[in-house]
T-cell receptor
């Protein structure tokens, strides 16, 4: 069983479209995250939810909207896609939100905007 | 603010040789430090973490890292590289409960 699963794995779309990426974890963790990895492999946190509550909201365009229907799911919706949104998006989860916690990552969703 | 700097974006080693990946952190308080590995087309997985219990930390796959406060370093080593160690390695530090990553080091292993 995959601990943190993301769908879709690959997404190719046109500029201006709206798309969603879904994430689910079966680890019983309380905290979930979205990270963006750019073409130079640099990883940056975007959002974090703890028990369905938003706790980290980095400087991300408001075209990006996370939603956590329950603590096992964290989805990412992106409106009006731009070329610069092309990246690999990683979902992750951790037991709680403290600094020592280890993150478990999904396999990533590669978004290509044409 | 705390951050990490990885020295060397690319390291090439021969199979069986020592692997040394450098990471320096900036922190005014004892940090939580991590090394993660990313194999091609996969997510990141934890190699090891430092949480002040011991300065020499052993991780998976024969890797270890030593926390040196005087040098603000947390370098990752493996005595003998294997072909399967070819991957991207990330040093990370917790900043305000957020995991902040270094730029990564690509390791290639020559047969």
């Amino acid at each position: 069983d995959t601990a943190v699963s993301q769908t879709p794995k690959y997404l190719v779309t046109q500029m201006g479209n709206d798309k969603s990426i879904k994430c689910e974890q079966n680890l019983g963790h309380d905290t979930m995250y979205w990270y963006k990895q750019d073409s130079k492999k640099f990883l940056k946190i975007m959002f974090s939810y703890n028990n369905k509550e938003l706790i980290i909201n980095e400087t991300v365009p408001n075209r990006f909207s996370p939603k956590s229907p329950d603590k096992a799911h964290l989805n990412l919706h992106i409106n009006s896609l731009e070329l610069g949104d092309s990246a690999v998006y990683f979902c992750a989860s951790s037991q709680e939100s403290s600094g020592a916690n280890v993150l478990t990552f999904g396999a990533g969703s590669r978004l290509t905007v044409l | 603010a705390q951050s990490v700097t990885q020295l060397g974006s690319h390291v090439s080693v021969s199979e069986g040789a020592l692997v040394l990946l450098r990471c320096n952190y900036s922190s005014s308080v004892p940090p939580y430090l991590f090394w993660y590995v990313q194999y091609p087309n996969q997510g990141l997985q934890l190699l090891l973490k430092y949480t002040s219990a011991a300065t020499l930390v052993k991780g998976i796959n024969g890797f270890e890292a030593e926390f040196k406060k005087s040098e603000t370093s947390f370098h990752l080593t493996k005595p003998s590289a294997h072909m399967s160690d070819a991957a991207e390695y990330f040093c990370a530090v917790t900043v305000d409960y957020k995991l902040s990553f270094g730029a990564g080091t690509t390791v290639t292993v020559r047969a």
